[in-house]
């Protein structure tokens, strides 16, 4: 099974994450933040991923440390966990309907971080979340993870639909490019390395 167990601790945050890609989207996600708990649960879900998120941040500043490290923590699980990424699909994209928004995610697992991330139109909250902080934790992941990751919408206006369909698509496109298929054989690059 490809899993790993991580534990990582500042003077911000103290994160506790346990994350099997080989999983059945069982979750146990406790970040402090409600918003970001309902969308890696989603995230876990559409992605058919095991995750259990245990995090202590300093709220009491805002949410930012504790949503970038999040990202952090499960990136570095998520490449960890990926190992040699023979035999692997690479390459993922999906679009992911959530009501009026439209979103696409295409996923890369190249071994070279890079983001792109197109979504304009989000109001400044939802709810309590800050939504500038969906950039934040894509930008940390993907810096860990060493992911090539595009996240394109297009179009929507509720802001909640637009972000869960965004966590939605990145589950899905993250699985579909991690799967093994038994007819790549070795590593799916013709470099020999990603």
Known sequence: MRSEKIT?????????????????????????????????????????????????????VDQHHSAEDIGIVLGQAFNKSIGTKEGIERYSTISIPMDEALSTVSVDISGRPFLVFNVDSLKDKVGTFDTELVEEFFRAFVSHSKITLHINLKYGK????????????????LRIASTINPDVKGIPSSKGVL
Do not use: P
């Open 8 to 60: 990582r601790t500042t003077a911000e945050t103290s994160i506790m994450m346990n994350f099997a890609i080989d999983g059945a989207g069982n979750t146990d996600i406790q970040t402090g933040i409600g918003f970001l708990d309902h969308m890696l649960t989603l995230f876990a879900k559409h992605g058919h991923f095991d995750l259990t998120v245990n995090c202590l941040g300093d709220l009491e």
């Open 158 to 173: 509720n802001s909640h639909h637009i972000i869960e369909s965004i966590y939605k698509g990145f589950g899905r496109a």
